[in-house]
């Protein structure tokens, strides 16, 4: 064998080894990148789980906040039929005054302008009481609906701490 032949062959031999190394290093490059591909897709899996879990929890508490305000109103709305029925028969009592006042003999003396006086003041207690009413009811509602926000945003708020 010639000297050329000789350099051709190791040559060749090296180069045959730095390819199978090449190969075998590929190999291990790509268990690892695999590996990895594998503890990523994991960890990925469980972050979207925690998130899933914490959403859940989150929106558990909001629905218990609005049940529990949905309650109040509910009971609120009760209360507020109560104490009209209540003014109600205040109305009839005061509009009941009113006639009396107005049928007394004493009254008669005072006229008609008296009389009417009484019904005015009659009819505008009755006015003012149904408007109260009507506030009352409306701030019982938005008490309500902005203590459940409160709790809802607290409950959520509590969670990032």
């Known amino acids: 064998m010639s000297p050329g032949q000789i350099l051709g062959a190791i040559l060749l031999a090296l180069a045959i080894?730095?390819?199978?190394?090449?190969?075998?290093?590929?190999?291990?490059?790509?268990k690892q990148l695999a590996e990895i591909g594998k503890a990523q897709a994991l960890a990925v899996t469980e972050a979207g789980n925690t998130a899933r879990q914490e959403e859940q929890r989150r929106q558990s508490a909001v629905n218990k906040e609005a049940r529990d305000a949905r309650e109040q109103i509910k009971a609120a709305t009760v209360d507020a039929g109560t104490a009209d029925a209540a003014g109600d028969r205040l109305h009839v009592e005061v509009g009941k005054f009113a006639a009396t006042a107005c049928g007394n003999p004493g009254a008669a003396e005072r006229g008609a302008s008296a009389t009417r006086a009484a019904m005015v003041l009659s009819e505008?207690?009755?006015?003012?009481?149904?408007r109260a009413g009507e506030l009352a009811a409306a701030y019982d509602r938005a008490r309500i609906a902005g203590l459940a926000c409160e709790g809802s945003y607290e409950g959520i708020r509590s969670a990032r701490e």
């Open 17 to 30: 080894g730095f390819g199978g190394a090449w190969q075998v290093q590929d190999w291990r490059f790509g």
């Open 124 to 130: 505008l207690f009755q006015r003012a009481d149904k």
